[in-house]
Each structure stands twice: as structure tokens, then as C-alpha cells.
């Protein structure tokens, strides 16, 4: 059995808009983190600190720097479209 429709088209939209203002902010704080790593070496040297850079490169930059940033905007697209297609489809049941 399908679940009942309900669409707050304002207030979701809101969400939507506030997922994709913070990408931005996500892909800044990655960047900030991915220099603080570039320059860790400067201050922290050893077989610990490269284990720690190793780790970073090959574990977490790509994942902080792309992965995550561009996941969270797809999603935000994806909601939007759906939003739109539950609209449009709303119209076209209504005859408009």
C-alpha cells in the first residue's frame, strides 16, 4: 500500500535551498583542512606524521574534498527534482 502525498512545497523547498547554501561552506572547511594537512609536515615530522599523511591522501582528502561535497549536491538536486515532478504531476491530475 502507497503512503499518502503531502508536499509543503515552501518549507521543503527551504530545506533544499539550506542543504545547497552549505555545500559551499563544506567545500571551504574541506579546502581549510586539506591546506592545516599540506602544512602539518612543516611542524610534525616522523614516521607517525607520514603514516598520518599517507592516511590523509589515501583515505580522506578525495573523500572530504569531492566525494562528500559532491554526494550531499546531488542529493540536493535530486530532491528538488522530485519536488518538481510531484508539482508537475499534481497539475497535470488537477487539468492545468
Known sequence: MSKPIYLDFPSASACVKRISAEIPVMRDSAAKISAAMNDLPNHWRGEASDKAQYTYDEQY???LTKT????VESFGQFMDHCMQQLIEIDRMLAGK
Open 61 to 63: 582528502r578525495t573523500l
Open 68 to 71: 562528500v561535497p559532491d554526494a
